[in-house]
């Protein structure tokens, strides 16, 4: 999936290396602070399309960041607060994109 992260020094864009109720992990440009708090817009991408399905927009933490081999940082992020609908939103999306590689849950 494809992912926009606002936080309060930049907005740019990321991809998703996992995704669960809980949380995300990203593949990003740019560094993001442990601790940062964020907000994360996810976009349902498929063959290379974004979907009609509108994006999910989440307030989460930064919870771990790490250099990843290719110049790009790897991050983890704990959603804050999520609803009911949010959820709904996610488990659909899960759903749709299909079991691919098993998810791995963000660690807190």
């Not at 669960?20 to 498929?46: H, I, K, P, Q």
């Not at 009609?52 to 250099?67: F, M, Q, S, Y």
């Not at 994109?97 to 963000?106: C, D, F, L, M, T």
């Amino acid at each position: 999936m494809s992912a926009e992260i606002r936080t309060a020094r930049a907005t740019f864009t990321a991809t998703t290396r996992d995704l669960s109720e809980g949380g995300a992990g990203l593949n990003c440009d740019r560094l993001v602070v442990e601790g940062e708090e964020v907000t994360l817009g996810l976009f349902l991408v498929l063959d290379d399309v974004e979907t009609v399905t509108p994006p999910l927009w989440v307030k989460g933490h930064v919870a771990w960041v790490r250099p990843s081999q290719d110049q790009r940082c790897a991050a983890g992020v704990r959603f804050e607060v999520i609803t009911d609908e949010q959820r709904k939103w996610l488990r659909q999306v899960l759903t749709e994109i299909g079991p691919g590689e098993p998810s791995v849950p963000v660690s807190v």
